[in-house]
């Protein structure tokens, strides 16, 4: 495939602007956390992370799904959907000690489970579109910093 000029014009306007981006959908991180985008092929993906050692993965894609499912209410704690800035949201904190595909080999020696997770369904022609977040939580000062920033992502801020 050939690309005219105002092809690659398009392209890196769309690169540019999205190097730009501080954090995904606005999100208003906390002082001492920052965020990073990474590159993946069918998502939008950024890890933000703080010095307290708190890292908050963000994927969003139209085929992402829903981390926080109300239908495996079973394997969580508590869960609730909730209406943020006007976009509906599913929270989830999954189970202590119940090993998900959530968790991750470099948790610091967390025991399994306690992980909260977050899900934006996005406009599109279908339900997976959904933007998400994870997060591994140590204890009450991490679920806490956790919701403040996750709790300011504004869906209709993209591209993400």
């Not at 690309?3 to 690169?15: D, E, G, H, N, Y």
């Not at 993946?40 to 703080?50: F, K, L, Q, S, Y």
């Not at 495996?72 to 989830?92: C, D, L, N, T, V």
């Not at 920033?149 to 591209?159: A, G, H, L, N």
Request: with cysteine; aromatic share 10%.
């Amino acid at each position: 495939m050939r690309l005219t000029a105002l092809t690659f014009a398009l392209c890196a306007l769309a690169v540019a602007s999205s190097e730009n981006l501080q954090s995904p959908g606005g999100m208003r991180l906390l002082p001492g956390y920052s965020a990073t985008r990474s590159v993946e092929i069918d998502a939008a993906a950024w890890t933000i992370e703080g010095k307290s050692g708190l890292q908050i993965c963000f994927e969003a894609g139209p085929n992402q799904g829903l981390w926080a499912d109300p239908r495996e209410a079973a394997k969580y704690s508590w869960h609730r959907e909730q209406e943020i800035q006007g976009h509906k949201a599913y929270f989830a904190l999954v189970r202590p000690g119940l090993k998900t595909q959530w968790d991750r080999d470099d948790t610091s020696g967390l025991p399994p489970g306690n992980i909260l997770l977050v899900t934006f369904p996005l406009e599109g022609a279908s339900p997976d579109f959904t933007a998400n977040f994870s997060a591994k939580l140590a204890g009450p000062e991490d679920r806490a910093d956790a919701l403040l920033m996750i709790t300011t992502f504004d869906p209709s801020k993209r591209p993400f």
